[in-house]
C-alpha cells in the first residue's frame, strides 16, 4: 500500500498547489519605467471624466473559504480513491483463482494458548494434524485411510459438541504417542506382608540346620 500512499500524497499536492495559484494579484499594476529613466517622450494621456488620473486596477482576490474548500474536497477525493483501491485489493486477495474449491482447507482447530492452537487440515484426500505456534508449523500425524477421513469430517460437520469430541479424541491419540510408558503398579501392603514371613521361615530353617550340624 506504499504506492496509494504516494499517490495521495501526490494528489493532496496538487491540490493545494492548483489553490495557491488560483490566487490573483492584489496589489496594483506597477508602470513600466523607460530606458533612461526619463519620461520626455512618452505622450502624454489625459484621466478619466472623475479625473485624477488612470484608476488602479482591482483584483478579485479568492476567498479563503473558497480555497480551503476546493482543499477540502480534493482530499476527500484522494481518499475516496484510497478505499476504493483498498476494497479491491482485498476482493482480489479473497476470491480463490478460477473460482473453484480450494486443494487445501482448515477443517478445525483448537486454541491451546495465546500463539499456540491445532489445526486439522484437509488436503486433497487426507486429513493431516497441524500444530501452529505462530511463526512456526509443525505436522503431528496424517491420516490417509479414506474411510477413517469420511468419518472424521462427518463428525466435525456434525452438531458442536460432537465435533469438538471429534477434534479431541483425535489429539489425543497423536499425544499418546509421545507419552511414556505406564509404570509397573506398586506393591500392595498384604504382599510385602507375605513376602517378610517367607523370608523369617525361610531364616529359621536355616539356622535349625546350622545347629543340627554343629551338634
Known sequence: MRWVAAMALVLAWCATTSAQSSRPATGPAVGRVPAGGSYEHLPLRRGSAAGGGTPPVRSAAASPALTYTRVVLALGVVIAVILALRWLSGKMMISP?????????????LTLGPRQQLMLLHVGRRLVLVANCGGQMNTLCQIDDAEEVATLLAQVRAPRSEAGSAFRSL???????FEP??????????????????LDGL??????LAKRMTS
Open 181 to 198: 510408558p505406564p509404570a509397573e503398579p506398586a506393591a500392595t501392603t498384604a504382599d510385602l506382608m507375605e513376602t517378610r514371613r517367607e
Open 203 to 208: 531364616m529359621q530353617t536355616v539356622k535349625g
Open 97 to 109: 483463482p478460477g473460482g473453484g474449491a480450494q486443494a487445501v482447507a482448515v477443517v478445525s482447530r
Open 171 to 177: 489429539f489425543g491419540r497423536a499425544a499418546s504417542q
